[in-house]
Every structure is written in C-alpha cells, then in structure tokens.
C-alpha cells in the first residue's frame, strides 16, 4: 500500500526552464529525502530533512532546492534545470535519522 | 564515504533454484535495508535488517555487522521474482548508500 505519494510521474522540459516535484507522506513520519537514481540506475541521497536539521550532500548544485510546508510535504524545486538533470528523483520518508526509509514511486525527469 | 558492493551483479535462474545476493559495505553501519526495484522504478523495501537474521516468506536476510557484510536469500525463486535487488547501508544521519544492485531473471 503507498503512503508515499509523489507528483508528477513524468516531466518533460527545457533546459533553463524551472520544475518543482511534490512529494507527500501519510506515514506520520518526521524525516523526509530526496534521492537522485541517474541512467546507470545508482541511487545517491541529494537531501535529508527534519524539523530539526537540513542536511544537503554536497555534490548537489546549488540550483536544487528542498521546500517544506510541513512535516508530512517535502518538495523538490530545481531552478534552472540542465541535460546532466535528467533522471528519476525518489522520495522517502523514515520516523527519524537513521530508521527504515519507505520510498515513493518516483517522478522521471527528461530535459531537452 | 561509505561504498557499498554488491554482487553477483546479475543472475539467471531456472524456476525453484536457490539465490544468494550479497551485500559488502566500507565503513560501520547504522542501518542496512534491502530494497526490490520493480521495472517500472518504484523502491519497495524488503528488510531493514541492521543485524541479525530475518525472516519474510521465501526471503532470508543476514546481517553481520562486524565483518561489515549483508545477505539476501531467495528461495524457490519465481519468475515474478525477477527485478533489480538493492542493498543500503545508512549512516546515523539518515543518508542511506546504495549498492549498484543485482539484476534477477528467473526463467520459467
């Protein structure tokens, strides 16, 4: 059962045009991701996030951004996207640093 | 960083053969989860197994944390078994490394 929602599911655009991905859970958990899988289909955590603390990995280019309105919403804002910004982003959500992540369908980027 | 291997990379099987997926990571873990990746994309979690040994249904994981290894055994494989299996290890802040995955094909 999915209680890790994301929208869209695919997203085609321009380079240099701005995309926003949404990112819901109704698991009540606290900690929420961001995750990048590239066309080699390796995973790599882009953003961690709770009420508590940002953690952002440090090969994320500064165009990506995280944004929350609550615990429960995680979305992923990219401002000026670029070719290399084509893959499928991945949410997640876990009760706290460290415990079991629950993952979301995923919405496929393609920038022309 | 935490560099998490995994292998064989992939593998056949017949209907109702055995498999045994490994997962070997750098540094210590704080949490390790199994993750099966349907076609399609969507990540569904296996296990999440720090140490010790799990049980749930035809899947078996084993995690020994001091030689910084974990298993997953699939028993009587199906053909709906077939799909990309990966492993991840997470450290204290929640960032979870991923292995590169096995990618499972069982024939009929």
């Known amino acids: 059962e999915t209680a890790v929602f994301q929208t869209p599911n695919y997203h085609v655009t321009q380079v240099g045009n701005e995309v926003s991905f949404n990112c819901k859970q109704t698991?009540?958990?606290?900690?929420m991701y961001w995750y990048k899988q590239d066309s080699k289909k390796l995973l790599k955590i882009m953003f961690s996030?709770?009420?508590?603390?940002?953690?952002v990995n440090e090969t994320v280019p500064r165009r990506f951004s995280p944004q929350s309105s609550d615990k429960a919403h995680l979305n992923l804002r990219i401002k000026s996207v670029e070719p290399e910004d084509s893959a499928v982003y991945l949410c997640?959500?876990?009760?706290?640093?460290?415990?079991?992540?629950?993952f979301g369908p995923g919405t496929r980027l393609t920038v022309l | 960083g935490q560099q998490v291997q995994q292998s064989p990379a992939s593998l056949v099987l017949q209907e109702g053969e055995n498999a045994e997926l490994q997962c070997n990571f750098s540094?210590?873990?704080?949490?390790m989860q199994w993750f099966y990746q349907r076609p399609g994309g969507s990540l569904v979690s296996l296990f999440y197994?720090?140490?010790g040994t799990k049980h749930s249904g035809r899947l078996t994981s084993t995690t020994v944390i001091k030689e910084r290894r974990s298993s997953l055994h699939i028993s009587s494989s199906q053909t709906t078994d077939s799909g990309t299996y990966l492993c991840?290890?997470?450290?204290?802040?929640?960032?979870?490394?991923f292995g590169h995955g096995t990618i499972l094909r069982v024939h009929p």
């Open positions: 997640a959500s876990s009760w706290d640093w460290g415990y079991e992540q629950y």
């Open positions: 996030y709770n009420n508590k603390q940002l953690i």
């Open positions: 991840a290890s997470g450290a204290n802040t929640g960032k979870l490394t």
């Open positions: 197994n720090p140490s």
């Open positions: 698991l009540g958990h606290d900690t």
């Open positions: 540094t210590s873990l704080n949490s």
